[in-house]
């Protein structure tokens, strides 16, 4: 298996513009989560699917964020408008249950 | 909500030195508890994990120890190598993360 996938791998916006981050998780697994990554705030669950379905988003900074999951093998986290402090490294990752994530290898985002 | 601190935040070994980093959590429903690595432009890797019925795991040079009393667990890496340098992270009850441990091993 090619592991989790992300698209794109790096991000340049300016301020205000839509960002779609995407995610193919491994097949077969139940569970995707998307988490973001940056100096001051460390490693944040975001929100997380189970079978498609959102579970808990109340990782979800504000209104600007979504996240969908039309089916087993695609998920995307949009922003909109985008922020210059979201600038990070957005992971996506899956399992087959809440234990032993597989983590993609994350998309740099800067929003200038 | 979970609360999960991790200590120290940086570590330096000499190679062949043990490493250990500590967390602590503040829920007692927890029952999971991760340890992942993270190699520069990579994604976190789920190196070892242990159930709340276990008090310890090991496999090959990293071990995992539990005390749920005191709400701790710890990663304990032995005979450390170059290319264990790495930040490692621990986790609880809803994938709440510790800070990370910056852990360089000098050869």
């Known amino acids: 298996d090619a592991g989790v996938i992300q698209s794109p791998r790096h991000e340049v916006t300016e301020m205000g513009q839509e960002v779609t981050l995407r995610c193919k998780p491994i097949?077969?697994?139940?569970?995707l989560f998307w988490y973001r990554q940056t100096m001051m705030r460390g490693l944040e669950l975001l929100i997380y699917f189970n079978n498609n379905v959102p579970i808990d988003d109340s990782g979800m900074p504000e209104d600007r964020f979504s996240a969908k999951m039309p089916n087993a093998s695609f998920s995307t986290l949009k922003i909109q408008p985008s922020e210059p402090r979201d600038s990070a490294v957005y992971f996506c990752?899956?399992?087959?249950?809440?234990?032993?994530?597989?983590f993609g290898p994350g998309t740099r985002l800067t929003v200038t | 909500g979970e609360n999960v601190e991790q200590h120290p935040s940086t570590l330096s070994v000499q190679e062949g030195d043990s490493a250990v980093i500590k967390c602590t959590y503040s829920?007692?429903?927890?029952?999971?508890f991760p340890w992942y690595k993270q190699e520069l432009g990579k994604g976190p890797q789920l190196i070892i994990d242990i159930r709340s019925n276990v008090g310890e795991k090991k496999d090959q040079r990293i071990a995992v120890t539990l005390n749920k009393t005191a709400k701790h667990f710890s990663l304990h890496i032995t005979e450390t190598q170059p290319e264990d340098s790495a930040v490692y992270f621990c986790?609880?009850?809803?994938?709440?993360f510790g800070a990370g441990t910056r852990l360089t091993v000098k050869p």
């Open positions: 829920d007692s429903a927890s029952n999971y």
């Open positions: 990752a899956s399992s087959h249950s809440v234990y032993e994530q597989y």
């Open positions: 097949s077969g697994h139940d569970y």
């Open positions: 986790a609880a009850r809803d994938m709440r």
